[in-house]
């Protein structure tokens, strides 16, 4: 079994490395052939592998790089509801006392806040830096504003917790927040009722359960390392360079935070909290950062992070049963990272003046709108669109800013996944170590 988990983190690893080769080396090809004239050329290649199939226009395309990784991101969704629903139900129904279950509910609500009370502070502080020292302040040209999604209240995530139609919420993958309440509330009426009555539908619940788990192992054994590659070389082959220059100091100022609180933030915050040794913690994490970063998406990556956090790091499966899927719904340091950052860039290329006050309003709402924001490739950077409304940043040049984002974010929305699901895996061993449900032989093997 050992032997099988290191095999499969080394072909993930390396498929890491061989996708972003392969992904730079096409993207410079790209440029190398549209600009000496062969523009023709690059569009055989694109249109036989990168290109998205589904779009207008693309009725004759093969897309066959396209089509693996959407097969393989499709069967991933495909189960995140019923293992969502499943896995919290049972993990409910496991914990037999009402006040255990609201001790780890707070502990796990605190761990997610601590975490992202710093990756807000950080992200405040060296932004409104580079913000301050005129960095942002870019003339963005040849691109169409975009008026983005509609704005919104960032409160209504609260609303959409409890849903109006059970049949809704279960027939889409972007409601995963009211999964986990309708799951909770199942859990606990089922304790209510006494395992007696209740004995049927646990049976059932727990049979789907054990389907899910032996379906997205042999997807992600199989299929993840090929997938990984196509997914990443794919998506780097459709980025210009055009599209990045102007963009350059928002994509190098997110990056460093991300990194930074990816490989020094939650190494620190598991060894404070836990007193365990951080670099057991990142080297057996480091698949699932992988995982999602290559899939942009953290519902893609939450079977891998189960089964790596509860085999791998010695966490409970009562315990990471409830906390991943919940931080993957509300924790999201790495969107707030990204969000707080891109409002500051936007509001440096729209004329903008920030204060003090208004840096904490950009906090919040951040904090706010990652919590609401879903688990899919692309969500943070639309969602963003709700916190600018709200601040007042729609001028032209704010939504010339806002369009330059949409266009050149999904490589960071990938790093952004990485730092989302570390967070959950963290914030899962703290509380596993502080109900005494951590087991330190397997985290230290």
């Known amino acids: 079994m050992e032997k099988k988990k290191s095999s499969l983190a080394v072909r993930m690893s390396i498929s890491l490395v061989c996708g972003l080769v392969a992904g730079l080396l096409l993207m410079f090809l790209r440029e190398n052939l549209n600009s000496t004239g062969k523009e023709a050329v690059w569009a055989t290649i694109n249109s036989i592998l990168f290109q998205d199939i589904t779009v207008a226009g693309a009725e004759k395309a093969l897309g066959i790089f396209y089509i693996i990784g959407q097969l393989f991101i499709r069967s991933l969704q495909l189960v995140i509801v019923p293992m969502v629903f499943t896995s919290i139900t049972l993990a409910i129904g496991q914990i037999s006392d009402t006040r255990t279950l609201g001790r ?16 807000l502070l950080m992200a405040c502080v060296v932004g409104i830096m580079i913000y301050n020292a005129g960095v942002f302040n870019i003339q963005v040209e040849g691109l169409e504003g975009s008026a983005g999604s509609t704005g919104s ?5 609260i609303l959409n917790i409890v849903p109006s139609n059970i049949t809704a919420v279960f027939s889409t993958n972007t409601s995963v927040l009211a999964i ?12 209510a009722v006494g395992d007696e009555k209740s004995a049927t539908l646990k049976k059932l ?17 199989k299929f993840g390392p090929f997938a ?3 997914l990443l070389a794919r998506t780097f082959a459709t980025y210009g360079i055009n599209h990045l220059k102007p963009a350059l100091a928002y994509v190098v100022v997110t990056v460093i935070l991300l990194l930074l609180f990816l ?3 939650y190494p620190i915050f598991v060894a404070v909290t836990t007193k365990q040794n951080p670099v057991k913690f990142a080297k057996k994490i480091f698949r699932v950062a992988v995982f999602g970063f290559s899939t942009s998406s953290s519902a893609a990556a939450l079977p891998l992070n189960v089964k790596t956090t509860t085999e791998e790091l010695g966490v409970d ?7 991943l899927p919940l931080g993957m719904t509300i924790n999201m340091n790495g969107t707030a990272i990204m969000q707080v950052v891109a409002t500051l860039f936007i509001a ?6 920030v204060t003090l006050s208004q840096l904490i309003v950009i906090a919040l709402l951040a904090l706010i709108a990652s919590a609401g924001t879903p688990a899919a490739p692309g969500a943070g950077a639309i969602i963003l669109f709700t916190i600018l409304s709200g601040l007042g940043y729609i001028n032209d040049g704010a939504l010339l800013a806002y369009s330059l984002i949409l266009a050149i974010n999904r490589p960071i929305e990938m790093l952004v996944t990485a730092l989302n699901v570390v967070g959950d895996s963290a914030t899962a061993i703290y509380v596993a170590k502080s109900e005494g449900m951590l087991n330190e032989d397997i985290y230290n093997s």
């Not at 780890?104 to 990756?119: H, N, Y």
């Not at 986990?180 to 304790?191: E, I, R």
């Not at 499966?317 to 906390?323: D, H, L």
């Not at 440096?348 to 003046?353: F, L, N, Q």
């Open 205 to 221: 619940i727990t049979e789907v359960n054990d389907i899910v788990v032996v379906f997205l192992n042999y997807v992600v054994t």
């Open 228 to 230: 990984i590659f196509v």
């Open 104 to 119: 780890i509910s707070v502990k796990t609500i605190a761990g997610f806040l601590i975490c992202s009370f710093f990756a």
């Open 153 to 157: 209240n960032p409160l209504n995530v």
């Open 317 to 323: 499966e009562k315990i990471a049963s409830f906390v």
């Open 180 to 191: 986990v309440f309708l799951a909770v509330s199942l859990g606990l009426c089922m304790k």
């Open 263 to 265: 490989f020094v933030g």
């Open 348 to 353: 440096g290329c729209a004329g903008y003046d």
